[in-house]
């Protein structure tokens, strides 16, 4: 008769009174009570050095990077926005001056958010060293031999056979070997052990973690971009004096823009015409010609949404559009002073926009004297009547731009920074009409604006181009970091998923003659998957080694199976 059962006994703590077959299951280092009376400078030093590679510490300083990061992402940083900075001072006269302090303005370059990204850094790199080493020496060793009571194993299983004991090692060590066990022979009894990628899984997951904070890093000091509005017909190239606005990393240089230069060529947009959706943008798509390097062959593609073109390490993309009428402006005497394509900023989904047309150089009033004039423009791209205030559609079905008139100084002069799409009225004056009101009226394409007095006319002509914001960015650890949360994710998968785990078969002969056989597994962790799969390794071992009839009277309590012991899957009572 055989016994073979799957013990109910509490388990036995990972290396507890089980010698080596209980220790290394992982490559987590013990965490001894520090002797603090005792210690030293170098005690201490050591002592620190420990708790900063802890896994707690490390958790913790992950669990800081992640809270410091949310200032960055609620208030204005002076990296990307120093506009919304600007307005943020000027409202929160009290708030402000203490963000400064706290350096929530440039949250990611500030002291206390790099000191908590070395720290992590460094406690991730003193704890992956000592545990990646500590894993090669286990793959180049073997699995340690069986405990001399195997009983003591939260998963256990023994039945008596008529074959020899090597031949039950051997049939032992042949099906490890065939389920991926790395087994040997130690002894009386076969040693085995399965489940190491969750150990590299592991590991993986914390040189990932490494990775991506290099290439964040990389990322942050390299990094540049810019914007740039762009009207049909016009271009662009690459360098730092043609961008409207540019933003970079610290250790960005002017060298490391790529070379190249596109063209817009034309502008396509279309939109949902009925439904609840209408007006919704369908496809937006910017048809460019450009070419790399000084002599590039000049080459033609379309760039859409979320499609943008990649040149070297830059990446341009499409990100805004709007409308640029085009505008014509004569004096008294019927002299063009201006004439140019004028980019609105759109206000709204249906692109309501306005923006200001500048007369700098060229006019001159009635009287012969030089003046500077402009004008306040709204466009409406289609317009209803009644509604002067916001377009209904976003196509122009039936543009009409009201233009309000200036003339005097506009500013620009003074040596002050001033919006190209903002018109500063100090210095300026307005047209009046016949009430004695501001001038003001409402051009349909191809009407004029005649300006009282003799000062001359505004023409809204026919032609209306249209525009489109341009982004390009260089992010050189994109890929890397990319890279690095693929593996984290993976790397952590195997760690949750897969159990590391050992089992031992033990064959020996018994005070009857016959062949003892147990076997037992242990794992990281208390799982059925140890006590199951021991069960299923039991049931193949039992079919090669059958149990042995037992006698029939005895006193021996080992040959008698325990009434409340439950038998393993696939084994025979």
């Known amino acids: ?300 593609t379309t760039v859409k949404v979320n499609e943008p073109l990649e040149i070297g390490g830059s990446k341009v993309y499409l990100v805004s559009h709007g409308y640029a009428p085009v505008i014509t402006v004569r004096d008294g005497k019927g002299n063009e002073v201006f004439h140019d394509a004028v980019p609105l900023l759109p206000l709204d989904g249906n692109v309501t926009s306005t923006g200001a047309i500048k007369v700098m150089d060229g006019y001159r009033d009635a009287k012969g004297e030089r003046e500077q004039l402009g004008f306040q423009a709204f466009l409406l791209p289609t317009y209803v009547p009644g509604n002067e205030l916001t377009s209904q559609f976003p196509a122009l079905l039936s543009p009409i731009m009201n233009v309000e008139a200036y003339h005097g100084d506009l500013g620009v002069d003074s040596g002050l920074p001033q919006s190209v799409y903002q018109l500063d009225k100090k210095h300026l004056k307005g047209f009046k009409d016949d009430k004695g009101a501001q001038l003001r009226k409402n051009l349909r394409p191809g009407e004029t604006l005649t300006l009282p007095g003799g000062a001359g006319s505004i023409t809204f002509e026919k032609e209306i181009k249209e525009w489109a914001g341009f982004q390009v960015a260089r992010q050189p650890g994109s890929g890397w970091a990319l890279a690095g949360a693929l593996a984290a994710i993976f790397g952590l998968a195997a760690s949750l998923f897969i159990q590391r785990r050992r089992v031992w078969v033990r064959a020996t002969t018994g005070d009857d003659g016959l062949t003892v056989v147990e076997m037992a597994g242990l794992g990281r962790s208390e799982s059925a998957k140890v006590p199951e799969e021991l069960g299923d390794l039991a049931g193949i071992l039992y079919d090669l080694a059958p149990g042995a009839a037992a006698p029939e009277d005895t006193d021996d309590s080992s040959d008698t199976p325990d009434p409340q012991a439950v038998p393993a899957e696939g084994a025979e009572k």
């Open 1 to 300: 008769m055989s016994d073979t059962t799957d013990k109910a006994s509490p388990a036995v703590p990972e290396g507890q009174d089980l010698g080596a077959a209980g220790s290394q299951l992982s490559t987590a280092p013990a965490e001894d009570a520090p002797n603090l009376p005792s210690l030293g400078v170098v005690g201490w030093a050591r002592w620190f050095w420990r708790q900063l590679t802890s896994m707690r510490v490390a958790l913790l300083l992950l669990l800081l990077l992640s809270l410091g990061a949310i200032p960055g992402s609620l208030i204005p940083q002076t990296g990307i926005d120093e506009t919304k900075v600007a307005a943020f001072r000027q409202a929160h006269k009290t708030l402000a001056p203490v963000y400064d302090k706290l350096g929530l303005f440039h949250v990611y370059s500030s002291v206390w958010f790099s000191a908590i990204y070395i720290l992590l850094f460094v406690s991730l790199i003193g704890c992956i060293v000592p545990r990646t080493w500590q894993f090669v020496g286990q793959l180049r060793g073997r699995p340690p031999g069986a405990p001399k009571r195997l009983t003591r194993l939260p998963a256990y299983t023994t039945w008596r056979t008529e074959a020899e004991p090597e031949q039950v090692r051997e049939a032992a060590l042949a099906l490890l070997k065939k389920r991926r066990f790395r087994a040997h022979l130690a002894g009386d009894a076969v040693a085995a052990e399965k489940g190491y990628l969750r150990e590299v899984g592991n590991l993986a997951f914390h040189i990932a973690l490494i990775v991506m904070l290099v290439a964040f890093a990389w990322g942050q000091l390299f990094k540049s971009e810019g914007n740039k509005l762009i009207v049909e017909g016009d271009g662009f190239s690459n360098t730092l004096t043609q961008y409207d606005d540019f933003k970079s990393g610290n250790l960005f240089s002017q060298d490391d823009l790529d070379p190249f230069s596109f063209t817009l060529k034309e502008f396509k947009g279309t939109y949902e015409a009925t439904g609840p959706n209408r007006g919704t943008p369908r496809t937006y798509e910017a048809d460019l010609t450009y070419s790399e390097g000084a002599d590039g062959r000049e080459k033609r």
